[in-house]
């Protein structure tokens, strides 16, 4: 073999074995940026748990809703009504402050009690087995409307009438809590005989669970403050961006055999570079060149 043709043919072969080392860097590169891909997505997944974690042990606003869920519309005012003083439950008063014709009482409101709770009169009625509590006839129509749904038509006054004429009643008080808004109930269940109170009147009405449990729900509940919010909202601003990071870095993620399939396209693109595109460039060189002879 002449020299020259030894020299052609080495070159080919260093060009052959140039594609395959090429494809090889190029496999490595693509499994380079897979481990910093799935090291990432492991990093990130690790912050998200430890975010939601965070996000999970602050406190929860238990105070509102132990408030917005059942508690204010139990809350009373207290009205003048000619010589009598009434306790009205937030839930009953629009229906207390106008008569059957639709017109408003002539009622003056009260102030709330120093402690914002009291023991007010209320009346026991035994209704056939049944033993009924109200502080106003609103709130006994009401109860016997439940429980008697055939008389939902009648008229309170009317209804109370003939209930109080028929069946016994005897005297008695319940305790009852003033009406507040929610920031001064905030300030309120701050003071211990009031909390004490309040689970003694809320018992009544729901599972509140035991007082330590109880205790231990409006504590968290007073923690929460605008620097929790602050920092709740900082989480998921923060988890929503990561979440989103996340999402796409495991777009990126390809499988073993698409890593593979790639690098046999770039080997094959480099051999069609290296030979067919090469030698036609050469073959075209080497007409012009002729022609021009």
């Not at 043919?9 to 860097?25: D, N």
Request: aromatic fraction near 14%; glycine fraction near 4%; charged fraction near 30%.
């Amino acid at each position: 073999m002449e020299n020259k043709t030894k020299k052609i043919v080495a070159r080919e072969i260093l060009i052959f074995f140039g594609t395959v080392l090429t494809s090889l860097l190029f496999l490595a590169g693509l499994m380079l940026y897979k481990q910093y891909l799935i090291s990432d997505t492991e990093k990130k997944s690790k912050l998200i748990k430890e975010l939601k974690f965070e996000k999970n042990s602050l406190p929860s606003n238990r105070v509102n809703a132990l408030y917005e869920n059942g508690l204010k519309n139990e809350l009373f005012f207290y009205y003048k009504l000619g010589k009598d003083t009434i306790a009205v439950s937030k839930k009953h008063q629009e229906d207390f402050l106008v008569d059957e014709f639709g017109i408003l009482k002539n009622v003056r409101q009260l102030e709330n009690h120093k402690e914002y709770f009291s023991w007010f009169p209320s009346t026991t009625i035994n209704l056939e087995g049944k033993k009924i509590t109200y502080k106003n006839y609103l709130e006994l129509s009401n109860q016997i409307k439940q429980i008697y749904p055939a008389y939902e038509d009648i008229e309170a006054n009317t209804l109370v009438d003939k209930i109080r004429a028929k069946f016994v009643s005897k005297k008695d008080s319940s305790l009852v809590f003033d009406y507040v808004n929610y920031e001064e109930f905030r300030v309120l269940l701050e003071n211990k005989n009031y909390r004490d109170n309040l689970y003694q009147f809320m018992n009544k009405e729901f599972d509140m669970g035991t007082l330590a449990e109880y205790e231990k729900k409006i504590a968290e509940g007073l923690k929460y403050n605008e620097d929790v919010i602050k920092r709740s909202k900082s989480i998921n601003t923060k988890l929503t961006e990561i979440e989103q990071e996340l999402k796409n870095k495991k777009s990126r993620l390809m499988e073993k055999s698409e890593t593979f399939r790639m690098t046999f396209i770039v080997w094959l693109v480099l051999l069609g570079i290296a030979y067919p595109m090469r030698w036609t460039f050469k073959i075209l060189k080497w007409s012009v060149n002729t022609v021009r002879k």
